[in-house]
């Protein structure tokens, strides 16, 4: 792909209804450097644009000069099936890559809604976490290194392309999740996995009750699935099978050899009984895609965070059958997603927090009919954590160049209930 | 600054008597780890108990302007732990409890002075246990673990101690404490936990770490896979994995290492093979003989010489003991030898081990290597008389050039043990300017003052003692007793 001749019009960069004053499309890292330190110069901000995914639903920033829209940086730069390692430039797509890794029967085991426009920086900016988590590791775990941009337009690297490698700080660690406000991910390196021999969804349809009952859930963890998702049946009617009638949909996948697969079948069997619908390989990828893309909807979404592993967790929110059909819980991740439709987010925020979630990202949806802008604080900041952020985040950009990146803007800080250090 | 005894009663009120250790021989035995050329005495060593005292301390030093640098156990391999700059030598052994084990949702948050092995046998009456092993587990702690993002033989599949670390109680440079990550994968600030691990104590105190815990594997075969030619060991190395298998394990010795441990523990090694692998595979019962049976066919097809499964555990366990003494192998032989930590892309090792012998051989110098093969992780070992002025040169020389040779096949200076102080004079080599300042710039934000263990990682401070390190001949720490716990 060749950048645009004529440059990509700004409302297409639009965040929550604030466009840009300008749009670049640059080709290569030196271009990309240059417009930062020509946006330095001028006093422009800057937010980084990938497929724009996460963005779409993002808060408007305070000031927004220049997106810089890095879908032209799209190549595939090393692939070495045989060293199981990838080095990709960030605006390629998670959907190009699976292809390129697919060949060679390798992927990069991360997920993130929109697969076809989501690119690889955006992806790790937004620290997106697919329902394998617990098997495969967040983007900072699959992170080997990084080329960067910092915001002056000086071009930096950290790490490499090696498995193993503790040379300097990982600050390729430090930006996954950091939403472009350090700086400009350009090119990473990531560790591969093989893809399963077989990959098998087994879906059960489970009632209130059943959900709730701990004893049910308790073996779970231990058969090692490599996903355990719950919806609520408002989400279910969404994904690519037969329309639910119970409350909840139970979601176990299993990734391995045949004979794992099929004693962990039989082990799931005994436990839960028939399954009500099954679907193997590609349409059990195709169900992994379509449980990322869910996260994507319109409205309100309130994001939580949980040691929590078993469907039981959700105890709490069975008693809000209107709030529970808008429930997303991969529990191998320990992430839940609620989508409250009108709901007083407020509400389910207190019960949660009693069952060990924590709210660590709220999106108010058109008109906030869940009163999600007045929640006030998610997290309760820990002042030392705000020095030290305003400390790293003045170390990399002193002109605060980089407009976006909630938790490194000071004055854009999420928000929260009050934190537990230990339970 | 100027240790007044009203000073060192003030810090004796804090930590009581045995908590501070200010006599020659106490500061003596503390001035270094593992890497045994570069010393530097501290002033005083420290032994808290708790996060609050790690505060009190590190306030207390922050404001009197005196260097702190970490230690757990001190096996660091890179001079990591070593006080170069004198100051405060804060060591964690006394911070060593469990605080709170959780089997259900399988995580530990554990005092760093923790030792490796300990919570793995604490975890172990729940089916559990702590993945990341370097060969130091029996004494090496989980703070310094963390702090080295230590690697292991078994962290090709199960990854590096960062993928296990879910939250970090940290003291910062000026004594505040706080909490990054926890508990939950998604806790508030882990982006800020997860560069701690690696930071080798330049970037706070770690006081408290929330690991995961893992199920034990149901079951585990060892095999070991002998070759004429070390570099066919390295290329079913490589073909092992791009057939889509990722093993437990997979660790080479070359014949050199094998017949160092062979002198030492007669385990019958196999002393007519170039190399030996051992590869583990492990997991659940059922999915293991078609592993062992497709890797027995990868690495036949690549010229291995014979394939052995271990029949039993006692059989596995010798197997491990070999691989696991080889340091202290090296250790015993009165030799002194320079040991790097190198990194390649795995199909890259074939031609950087035939690099290893060619380099040494130019100069006359033995050499011999072990290694992660299966993580390109290599530790070559160029042996020489310490006595002769000019080997050792050649040595360090030798020793450069095949870390120079790491990087342009595109691997890194070091796998798993760190820079510390050793391998500073390489990091200009791998990383340009640019990437040091804005790696610098970091540091200053987390350490304005730079008193958290100065003068490590990162260029720019007062060279150390040596260019490149060695390790002492005739050493008598635990690595060169054979009864001792590096079996
Ligand atoms: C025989 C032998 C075998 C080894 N095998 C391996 C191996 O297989 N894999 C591997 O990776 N390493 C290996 N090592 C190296 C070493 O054991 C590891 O680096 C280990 O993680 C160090 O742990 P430690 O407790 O000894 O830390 P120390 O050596 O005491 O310290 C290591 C570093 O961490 C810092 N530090 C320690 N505690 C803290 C804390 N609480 N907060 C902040 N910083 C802290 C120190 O300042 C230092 O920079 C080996 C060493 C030996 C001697």
Redesign the interface.
């Given at each position: 792909m060749s950048p645009e001749p004529a440059p990509p019009e700004p409302a297409r960069y639009a965040i929550a209804g604030v466009e840009p004053s300008s749009v670049r499309r640059p080709a290569t890292r030196e271009e990309v450097a240059g417009i930062l330190r020509d946006a330095a110069r001028d006093g422009l901000t800057v937010v980084p644009w990938g497929g724009g995914v996460s963005l779409a639903r993002g808060r408007a920033p305070r000031r927004y000069g220049l997106a810089l829209d890095l879908t032209a940086l799209d190549r595939v730069v090393e692939y070495?099936?045989?060293?199981?390692?990838v080095t990709a430039e960030c605006g390629v797509t998670l959907g190009a890559l699976r292809e390129a890794l697919a060949a060679h029967?390798?992927e990069t085991a991360l997920e993130g809604a929109r697969a076809e426009r989501a690119t690889l920086g955006g992806l790790l900016a937004a620290?997106a976490?697919g329902p394998r988590?617990l098997r495969f590791?967040?983007p900072?775990?699959r992170i080997l290194g990084a080329h960067f941009a910092?915001a002056d337009g000086?071009?930096?690297?950290?790490g490499?392309?090696?498995?193993?490698?503790?040379?300097?700080?990982?600050?390729h660690?430090?930006l996954?999740?950091?939403r472009g406000g350090l700086g400009v991910l350009l090119e990473v390196s990531l560790k591969l996995?093989?893809?399963p021999a077989r990959r098998v969804a087994l879906l059960f349809g489970t009632g209130a009750r059943a959900l709730g009952d701990a004893t049910r859930w308790?073996a779970l963890?231990?058969l090692?699935p490599a996903l355990l998702t719950i919806v609520g049946q408002g989400l279910a009617g969404t994904l690519p099978v037969a329309s639910p009638t119970d409350p909840f949909t139970v979601i176990v996948g299993l990734e391995?050899?045949e004979?794992?697969v099929?004693?962990q079948i039989s082990a799931l069997e005994r436990l839960l009984g028939e399954p009500d619908a099954r679907l193997e390989d590609d349409s059990a990828t195709a169900l992994w895609q379509a449980l990322a893309d869910l996260e994507d909807r319109d409205g309100a979404r309130l994001t939580f965070?949980?040691?929590?592993?078993t469907p039981a967790a959700l105890a709490p929110l069975i008693e809000r059958p209107g709030v529970s059909a808008g429930a997303l819980f991969h529990a191998a991740?320990?992430?839940l997603h609620i989508f409250p439709g009108a709901t007083a987010a407020r509400d389910l925020i207190e019960p949660l927090a009693t069952g060990?979630f924590?709210l660590?990202e709220a999106v108010a949806g058109d008109g906030d009919p869940a009163g999600v802008a007045s929640l006030g604080p998610l997290?309760a900041p820990?002042?030392?954590?705000l020095?030290?952020?305003a400390?790293?985040r003045?170390?990399?950009d002193p002109a605060g160049v980089m407009a976006y990146g909630p938790?490194w803007q000071r004055d854009d800080l999420p928000e929260?209930a009050p934190?537990a250090?230990?339970? | 600054m100027d240790w007044t005894p009203d000073i060192l009663a003030e810090l004796r009120a804090l930590l009581g008597d045995d908590g501070v250790l200010d006599s020659g021989a106490a500061r003596f035995a503390y001035e270094a780890d593992a890497l045994t050329l570069e010393r530097g005495l501290p002033d005083v060593v420290v032994l808290p108990r708790s996060t609050d005292e790690v505060a009190a301390l590190v306030r207390w030093a922050h404001a009197s302007g005196v260097p702190v640098t970490p230690r757990g156990a001190g096996t660091g391999l890179a001079g990591g732990a070593t006080p170069h700059r004198g100051g405060m030598l804060l060591v964690t052994s006394r911070m060593d409890q469990v605080l709170a084990l959780d089997p259900e949702r399988m995580f530990a948050w554990v005092q760093p002075g923790l030792v490796n092995a300990r919570l793995s046998e604490l975890a172990a009456p729940h089916g559990l246990h702590f993945a990341p092993d370097p060969s130091s587990q029996p004494v090496s702690t989980i703070g310094g673990n963390v702090a080295a993002n230590a690697g292991g033989p078994h962290c090709l599949k199960h990854g590096v101690t960062a993928n296990h670390v879910l939250g970090l109680v940290v003291v910062l440079h000026d004594g505040s404490v706080v909490t990054l990550g926890g508990e939950a994968p998604d806790a508030p600030d882990a982006e800020l936990a997860s560069v701690l691990a690696g930071s080798e104590g330049t970037l706070g105190i770690l006081c408290e770490i929330c690991v995961r815990l893992v199920p034990r594997p149901e079951a585990v075969h060892t095999m070991s896979v002998d070759f004429a030619r070390i570099e066919d060991a390295c290329r079913a190395v490589s073909a092992v994995i791009a057939a889509g298998i990722v093993p437990a394990a997979m660790e080479l010795m070359d014949r050199r290492t094998m017949e160092l441990v062979e002198a030492w523990l007669h385990l019958g090694l196999p002393l007519d093979a170039a190399a030996a692998l051992i590869v583990e595979v492990d997991g659940p019962a059922v999915s293991l003989p078609a592993q062992v049976e497709r890797i027995t066919a990868i690495t036949r097809e690549h010229g291995a010489r014979s394939v052995r499964v271990a029949s039993d555990a006692a059989e596995r366990a010798a197997l491990w003991r070999g691989r696991k003494s080889s340091f202290g192998a090296y250790g015993r032989t009165g030799l002194a030898f320079t040991q790097m930590d190198g990194t390649v892309p795995r199909s890259r090792l074939a031609e950087v081990v035939s690099a290893v012998y060619a380099l040494a051989e130019a100069r006359g110098l033995a050499a011999g290597t072990l290694m992660h093969a299966g993580d390109g992780n290599l530790h070559p070992h160029i042996l020489f008389d310490p006595d002769d002025e000019e080997q050792h040169r050649a040595a360090l020389e030798v020793s450069q050039e095949i870390l120079r040779v790491c990087i342009r096949l595109g691997g890194t200076i070091s796998g798993e043990h760190g820079i510390g102080l050793e391998k500073i004079p390489m990091m200009g080599e791998i990383y340009a300017p640019a990437d040091l300042e804005t790696m610098s710039r970091l540091r200053r934000a987390f350490d304005p003052g730079g008193l958290l263990n100065p003068g490590k990682i990162l260029p720019g401070g007062p060279p150390p003692t040596h260019a490149r390190a060695a390790a002492q001949p005739g050493n008598t720490d635990a690595r060169n007793d054979p009864e001792g716990p590096w079996k």
């Open positions: 070495s099936p045989e060293d199981m390692t029967g390798q620290n976490s988590r590791g967040a900072r775990d910092l000086t071009l930096a690297r950290s490499g392309r090696v498995v193993k490698n503790v040379a300097g700080y990982a600050i660690r430090l996954c999740g950091s996995a093989p893809a308790a963890p231990r090692e391995d050899d004979p794992r099929d004693q965070t949980s040691p929590a592993n991740a320990g992430r060990g924590r660590i997290i820990q002042a030392a954590v020095d030290l952020r400390r790293i003045a170390a990399l938790r929260g934190r250090c230990r339970t | -």
